[in-house]
C-alpha cells in the first residue's frame, strides 16, 4: 500500500532552519507531483510547494526565496528545506503525492510532522 512518512520537524528558533523529508512507498514516485502543505491551529491546511515529476517546482507567495523544495527520484525521497524561519511557519507539514489529473483517486497524504518556531 501507499506509504509517506516525513520526518524532520521539531522545535527551533526564528531565523532558523529545519529540511523536512519524506520517503514514499508502494507507488510508481517519479509519476507523482509531490507536495508539501501545512496547516496551523485553526486554519486550513494550505500548500506551501509543489515539485512535478520533471523537477519544476512552484511555491506559495509566503515561503518564496525562504523555502525549497526538492527530489529524487532514486531514493523515492522529496524535501522541504525551511530557512530564516518565523513564528508564523508554525505548523504540522504534510508530504502529499497527487497524480489526479490521470485519476481521481491518485492523492496520498503522510501523517504529517510539526514544525513549532518559537524563542
Known amino acids: 500500500q501507499v506509504q509517506l512518512v516525513e520526518s524532520g520537524g521539531g522545535l527551533v528558533q526564528p531565523g532558523g532552519s529545519l529540511r523536512l523529508s519524506c520517503v514514499a512507498s508502494?507507488?510508481?514516485?517519479?509519476?507523482?507531483?509531490m507536495g508539501w502543505y501545512r496547516q496551523a491551529p485553526g486554519k486550513q491546511r494550505e500548500l506551501v510547494a509543489t515539485i512535478t515529476s520533471d523537477g519544476n517546482t512552484s511555491y506559495v507567495d509566503s515561503v518564496k526565496g525562504q523555502f525549497a523544495i526538492s527530489r529524487d527520484n532514486a531514493k523515492n525521497m522529496v524535501y522541504l528545506q525551511m530557512n530564516n524561519l518565523k513564528p508564523e511557519d508554525t505548523a504540522v507539514y504534510y508530504c502529499?503525492?497527487?497524480?489526479?489529473?490521470?485519476?481521481?483517486?491518485?492523492?496520498?497524504w503522510g501523517q504529517g510532522t510539526q514544525v513549532t518556531v518559537s524563542s
Open positions: 508502494g507507488y510508481i514516485f517519479r509519476l507523482y507531483t
Open positions: 502529499n503525492a497527487d497524480r489526479t489529473w490521470y485519476s481521481p483517486n491518485l492523492n496520498f
